[in-house]
């Protein structure tokens, strides 16, 4: 058993993938709109991601015999339409969801509640990749030179990201 501030702040984390997923179904629409299919195949893969992180919260709430309490979803706020500052907007984003991940991680230690340090440390360790991928693309855009040849070869190598989650992971307790 977890204790109620442990899976308020859960289910805070929970609207917070949420709104990941949200954000990035939405830059991929405005990305695919743009012509950019493989920049949006790699964000709505990124959807995808965030969905598998929300539930595997979900489910270990269920495990926990704690209760899940969906909120509502903000609306995606960005303004950008370029693909840098896309994943400029990206990294951004994800150094927020670390700070975020990290104050679960220092309340379970607060709370000596092992169970939770053990379950949030694939997060953490998870939250280093979603920082590498934005910070690695964008890498790439200035040396492939942030202009249309370069965001064009840049697009084929997004559009070949694969799904990297379970397909059939529903988040179920006893999953
Ligand atoms: Fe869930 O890691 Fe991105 O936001």
Do not use: C
Not at 103 to 131: G, P
Request: no cysteine; aromatic share 10%; net charge negative.
């Amino acid at each position: 058993m977890i204790s109620k501030k442990m899976s308020d702040r859960i289910n805070l984390q929970i609207n917070r993938e949420m709104y990941s997923a949200y954000l990035y179904l939405a830059m991929a629409a405005r990305m695919g709109e743009a012509g950019y299919k493989g920049v949006a195949n790699w964000l709505t893969i990124q959807y995808h991601e965030e969905m598998f992180h929300a539930m595997k919260m979900y489910g270990y709430l269920q495990d926990q015999g704690a209760s899940v309490a969906l909120d509502a979803i903000a609306r995606p706020d960005f303004k950008e339409t370029g693909v840098k500052e896309i994943f400029q907007h990206t990294l951004e984003h994800e150094k927020g969801v670390t700070a975020s991940i990290r104050e679960i991680a220092a309340l379970a230690r607060e709370e000596k509640d092992y169970a939770t340090e053990n379950f949030i440390a694939w997060y953490v360790d998870e939250q280093v990749e979603e920082e590498k991928n934005a910070t690695e693309i964008l890498q790439t855009i200035d040396l492939l030179g942030n202009n249309a040849q370069g965001i064009f070869m840049l697009n084929i190598e997004l559009g070949k990201r694969k799904l990297g989650v379970p397909s059939d992971f529903t988040g179920l307790a006893g999953h």
